[in-house]
C-alpha cells in the first residue's frame, strides 16, 4: 500500500494568515492526490484532487500544487471557517491511502 | 443535491457482524459512479473499505478482504456495508460517499460511530 505521510499534525493561525500542509507519498503517485476538509458535524468536503484542480465550489485561497511524492495544500488569507481537520489522500492506486490528517486550529 | 446519509447500529458486539446502511438521495446509484465505505477510527486515522460499482462490481480493501460485503438495493437507492467478525478495532466512524471522477470522493454522508464492545 501508498504510505501518506501528512505534516504537521496541528497548527495554529490567525485569521489573515497564510498556511501550508504537507503531504508525502510512500513511492509515485503521479498527480493523484486529493485534499479534504472535516469539521464536526459537516459532510466532509473535497478541496482539490489531481494535485492542483479546485472542486467546483471551492473558494480560491485553497490551492494545491505537487506531483509525485510530494504535495502541499496553501490556504491563503484564512477565514474563521477554515478551521478544522484536513487530509491527503491518494487515488492513483488501490488500496486508495490516506493521511494521518491536520488539525488547523486558531491561534 | 446530491445527500448520503448513514444508517445502523451504534454498537455492535465481538465476533458479530456489523451492518450499515447508505440511502442516497438526489442521484440514482446505477446512473454512474461507484459508491464506497471509508472509516474513521479513534485518533483520526483513516481508512477506505471498498466499493460497489454503478454496475454491481466490488472492490476491496485487501486488509478486509475476508471480513467485507458491499452490495446495494437499487429499488431503494441505497447499498450496504457488512463488515464480519468485528473485533474492538473496528470501533470507529463509518462514512459511505461517492466516488467522483479521478477517484477522489466527491460527496460524503456525516458518518456513523460504531463501538464495539461487550
Known amino acids: 500500500d501508498v504510505q501518506m505521510t501528512q505534516s504537521p499534525y496541528n497548527l495554529a493561525a490567525s485569521p489573515g494568515e497564510s498556511v501550508s500542509i504537507n503531504c508525502k507519498a510512500s513511492?509515485?503517485?503521479?498527480?493523484?492526490l486529493a485534499w479534504y476538509q472535516q469539521k464536526p458535524g459537516k459532510a466532509n468536503k473535497l478541496l482539490i484532487y489531481?494535485?492542483?484542480t479546485l472542486q467546483s465550489g471551492i473558494p480560491s485561497r485553497f490551492s494545491g500544487s505537487g506531483s509525485g511524492t510530494d504535495f502541499t495544500l496553501t490556504i491563503r488569507s484564512l477565514e474563521p471557517e477554515d478551521f478544522g481537520l484536513y487530509y491527503c489522500?491518494?487515488?492513483?492506486?488501490?488500496?486508495?491511502?490516506f493521511g494521518s490528517g491536520t488539525k488547523l486550529e486558531i491561534k | 443535491e446530491i445527500q448520503l446519509q448513514e444508517s445502523g447500529p451504534g454498537l455492535v458486539k465481538p465476533s458479530q457482524s456489523l451492518s450499515l446502511t447508505c440511502s442516497v438521495t438526489?442521484?440514482?446509484?446505477?446512473?454512474?459512479?461507484?459508491w464506497s465505505w471509508i472509516r474513521k477510527f479513534p485518533g483520526n486515522k483513516m481508512e477506505w473499505m471498498g466499493y460497489?460499482?454503478?454496475?454491481?462490481?466490488?472492490n476491496y480493501n485487501p486488509s478486509l478482504k475476508i471480513r467485507i460485503s458491499i452490495t446495494r438495493d437499487t429499488s431503494k437507492n441505497q447499498f450496504f456495508l457488512q463488515l464480519n467478525s468485528v473485533t474492538t478495532e473496528d470501533t470507529a466512524t463509518y462514512y459511505c460517499?461517492?466516488?467522483?471522477?479521478?477517484?477522489?470522493?466527491?460527496?460524503w454522508g456525516l458518518g456513523v460511530m460504531v463501538t464495539v464492545s461487550s
Open positions: 460517499a461517492r466516488i467522483g471522477y479521478g477517484y477522489n470522493f466527491d460527496y
Open positions: 438526489g442521484y440514482i446509484i446505477t446512473s454512474g459512479y461507484d
Open positions: 460497489i460499482s454503478n454496475s454491481g462490481s466490488t
Open positions: 513511492k509515485s503517485i503521479s498527480k493523484y
Open positions: 489531481d494535485g492542483s
Open positions: 489522500q491518494q487515488h492513483n492506486e488501490y488500496p486508495f491511502t
